[in-house]
Every structure is written in structure tokens, then in C-alpha cells.
């Protein structure tokens, strides 16, 4: 069957509504960072396109002088930058659209009349904590590029400057997030052919990073964009629903991604004991208070396959105990040794030397969501037809409890996943 091809992701980004089990405020690490994918789109004659004009609609613009600075705006109340459409932002950019928002502020998308391309512009909230946060983002970002090669999947920083009291950062424009790709194709997952060019991508990314001795700390499918907007739309043989658009299901046209988001990336050190990581993809060690470092990344790793594979989240859960309970009934019981060396915030969870569960359970609901969970190769299993058995040897490296034990990048580099198979890099 001919497969029909598609140039474009329609999407808002602001519409994303909560997953089955929604994500808490409490259930991300409380550092400034960006929460939103750098990209958005544009209805032109009734068909989405990322694809940026050269030269943005005039009437978008009117009354704007073409390289002026706009009036004076009050920040609003949360420290936002106030802005309008065709507004500069100095003399270099023009603001075309908005493509997101989050803690740390927002994103726009905007026209660069030194390079003629359209960029994607961080403007950071005027406070001081977010304003420090994002220096040093830029430190790493201007680390990252001046060792990069070309190759190592992180996304480029173009430039930055200081407008308004707000930092600005610039970076080139991207496709959507992989959650959003998810999301729009009804959280049906992505062919494993597919899933082993991304996972190289992204281990090839965190062993760059490491190399250089950072520790990325959030590492999950909003943070990692394609490059491309573009899909095909293939037929969607395993389609369980009677709905005519089900029976085919959207394939991004190129493999290719970048990791955003190094606002919570850290340069390795001792004790590092506070809680980092989106709650889905937070390691074992970190619930549990016994310091961590480069081995989260590889865990939140794990976590991502996994749900490219089955087109959700594998630890769907916004409670440590809970959390802790799911880990057991996936991957099974997590080390003795480890429950033993818990810090006194972590306690709670452990009874005569085990995880206190059921027991400790705050629901039936909760007992339930925990139940309901197959074992690893199950899982991977339902969802993979073919190298499923290798795939679930890398994810059982990748998912050790004991971070020592856990596969580094270049090791999972080298497995035979990946090396068993042509890439198509």
C-alpha cells in the first residue's frame, strides 16, 4: 500500500492534556527548566505547516516599525516577559509566534534577519533564581557546542543576550517532542526499527555528555525533539479501535533528534543526594536517598524505550512507595543492600528489611495500578516483533537497581541491540 506522505505535525503545543495518570507539580525536581519543546505551528490556508515564511505576513506586523524597540511592558505578575506579535527583540529579532510556556518562562519562535532562518528564543522570567539557572544552562550549552563534533544529538545554542532584565536564549528551530509525536498518534508506539535509532541517538548524547563529566538529570520523551516535523502515515495492522483514522498510524520520516532542556544538568560530584529527574523517569537511588550520579541518566533512559515501545509511560505513578512497588513487580525485588542503606526521609518505605508493600499502600487504587503491571519481557513482548529478545537484555542493563552495576552509554553502545543490526545513521 502506498503510504501517504504528510510535511507537517499539526500541533499546538499548549493543548497537551494530562496523560492517563497526570503528572504533579510534586513529581518534578525543583529546579527552574524548560518544560516545553522548541517548535510550534502555523495554519496557512488551511494546512499546518512548521515551515517558517521567509517573510512573515506583513499585516502580523503593522504598526510595528520595522527595527524599533516596542514600548515598555510591565513583566506580569509571575515575572513573564510581556510581549506582542511583530514586536523586536533588539534590533536582530522579530517575534513571529509563541510556542510554548513553562516554568521557566517561555518560548518564541522568531525571525533572525542576520541569518534569515526562523530561531527558537528561551526568554527566561526576571527573577533572580531563574536568571542564575539560566546561565548556567548557558555555560553547559556553550560547553557542549564547543566540544560537539557535529554529531553528539544535543541541541545548538545560536546565541544569548540580556533584554529587559529577562536572559535570552537562542536556539536553532526543531521538530516536536517524542512525547508530543506520542500524543498526537494516540499514544501508539513507535516501530522498534525506529526505537533502536533514537536509543542510539540518545546514548550517543548522554556518552558525550559524560565524557565531559555532566550529569543531564532530565532526561524524558518532552525533552528530546526531532529534527523534522515531517510523517508518513503507515497502516496500523495491531489497531484494537473500529475508528477509520485508526487504522493508520503517523511514522516521523527521519530518526533524527536533539536532546534539549540542560537547565538541571549538573558537572559530576560527591553526595549528590537532592531529588532530581521528571517523577516517571527518576532513578531508584534517588527515591531512596542514596546519592547519585551518571547512572540516572542510563536509568531514565530504560524508562524512555520502554515507552516508545508501547507508546506510554512504564512507571505511570506520582507516589514514592508506589513507585517503589512498581519498579519490584516489572524488574523484581530491589536488593536488600540497598533498602538497608536508605537516608531517614526514605525509612517510611522499608519494614524488617523489605519494601513495606502492601502493606504501607495509601489505596486500593494504588494496590491496583501496581497489580496490574506484567513483567518486563512481558511487556516488551506484547508491543515488539522482532528483536524483542535483545531489546529486552539492553533494557534489563539499562534497569539494573544498583546504579554500579547498571550498563554505562558506551557499554549499551556496544550491545548487541545495536550492533546486530544496520543502523541508518
Known sequence: MEMERIVEFPHTYMDRPPRKRARLGWDIAEVPKAQVGL???QEVENISSFAPSEHPPSSLFKGVARNGSPPWRDDDKDGHYMFELGDNLTSRYKIHGKMGEGTFGQVLECWDRERKEMVAIKIVRGIKKYREAAMVEIEVLQQLGKHDKGSNRCVQIRNWFD???????????????????????????????????IGWQLLECVAFMHDLHMIHTDLKPENILLVSPEYLKIPDYKSTTRSPSSFFKRVPKSSAIKVIDFGSTTYEREDQTYIVSTRHYRAPEVILGLGWSYPCDIWSVGCILVELCTGEALFQTHENLEH?????????????QMLK?????????????????PEGAASR???KAVMKLPRLQNIIMQHVDHSAGDLIHLLQGLLRYDPFERLTARDALRHSFFTRDQLRR
Open 39 to 41: 517548535f510550534c505551528g
Open 324 to 336: 517503589l512497588a512498581m519498579m519490584e513487580r516489572v524488574l523484581g525485588p530491589i536488593p536488600q
Open 365 to 367: 487504587e494504588s494496590i
Open 163 to 197: 533584554y529587559r532584565n529577562h536572559i535570552c536564549i537562542v536556539f536553532e528551530k526543531l521538530g516536536p517532542s517524542l512525547y508530543d509525536f506520542l500524543r498526537k498518534n494516540s499514544y501508539r508506539s513507535f516501530p522498534i526499527d525506529l526505537v533502536r535509532e
Open 341 to 357: 542503606r536508605v537516608d531517614r526521609h526514605a525509612e517510611k518505605y522499608v519494614r524488617r528489611g523489605r519494601l513495606d508493600w
